[in-house]
């Protein structure tokens, strides 16, 4: 059996109002996102098997966690829109894309194009708006609009590789 090289260690280094929010039962707005306890346990429940966190924050959640921030100490420092992994890395991604504005958005098709390439199986995006469209493929398989966990409205949307010889969608170098 094939080791991975990446090793899940649960880090002790959070700013002091993290444990104290992480108890409320609403995700808050600060410096670094945050999910409520309860809101994270929905969200792992939809990942299945291994899980690569795009912009984790301090959160748990995942095999891996990569964030661009080192200050939340994630699994791997790196820009969500140039992922260092190989092809079908992870049997999920998940992400809750920041919020800073049209600048990072133009840059949708680069990040989403690279996680279809890296995910195996799924990919649950968490976003505060409606959006159905990501390449094949991938296919829409549920929505959750979640309200009563958070104060505001969210959207989330799982997809799932549509089971084809998963090459076929790889551009091969020759």
Known sequence: MKQSKWVRVKSSHKP??????????????????????????????????????????????????????????????????YLPFRNFSFDTIIIDPPWHGPKNWMKWKLMVKDMIRVARKRIIIILGNLMYILPKPFVLKEVYIIKKISPQIKHVYVWDRISENLTRFIRVKT
Not at 25 to 32: G, I
Not at 42 to 48: F, S, T
């Open 16 to 81: 002091e109002w993290y444990k104290r929010y992480r108890k409320q039962p609403v995700t808050l707005f600060k410096r670094a996102w945050i999910w409520s306890e309860s809101e994270e346990k929905l969200y792992a429940k939809l990942c299945i098997g291994s899980t690569l966190h795009l912009c984790s924050g301090y959160s748990e959640l995942g095999d891996v966690r990569l964030d661009v921030l080192e200050d939340s100490k994630p699994t791997v420092v790196a820009d969500v829109h």
